[in-house]
């Protein structure tokens, strides 16, 4: 039996990607599409994709850094959850791995960094082909994100490389959705149970 199937049988969401609900009771999470880096029984972690960072730009924050950028990084910064804002992560595909980096999903390329290393990379031009910054993560306790699924605040869908590492976040959440072939308007808000 493979890693992938695994997963998919003990019900842990690491490697999809979550979707909020448009009944999503937390307006920090309203409309969030967030990548799992690890779901197990003690919790889960993971990174916020398609809200930018209020007022900082990704030049800005290397500047604060002391970290001299030759290239050009159109990067947008991301909030990556509501919890340790002030730390950073980089998702990335996997053509760039050093120490301090890991692989979160080998079947469609994607690592995870959170070093100045990969940012110092990243400003001369020599980190990942793709990559994504967010501060701060969204994380769960043990047992906290399979109570919030069994209340019909989230729905998961098999991840999508091209997806995560999308620039334009305007829309981002509805093409989510519409990965899953549901229309957002037949979405219920309450959770049946049989």
Known sequence: MTDTSEKAISGYLERQLLIAMPSMADPRFARTVIYMCSHNAEGAMG??????YPGLTFPNLLTQLGIESTADNDIIVRLGGPVETGRG??????????????KIDETIGIGLTATLDVL????????????????????WGAGQL????????WLAVPADFELIFETSLDNLWDRA?????VDVAKLSSTAGHA
């Not at 990174?47 to 930018?52: A, M, Q, R």
């Not at 110092?120 to 994380?139: E, K, V």
């Open 120 to 139: 110092r990379a990243i400003a001369t031009g020599t980190g990942p082909q793709r990559s994504l910054f967010a501060l701060g993560y969204a994380g």
């Open 47 to 52: 990174l916020v994709i398609n809200k930018p």
């Open 177 to 181: 959705v519409r990965k899953i072939g």
């Open 89 to 102: 992560f980089v998702l990335h595909s996997t053509d760039y791995m050093r120490q301090g980096s890991v």
């Open 146 to 153: 399979d109570a919030e699924i069994q209340d019909n605040a």
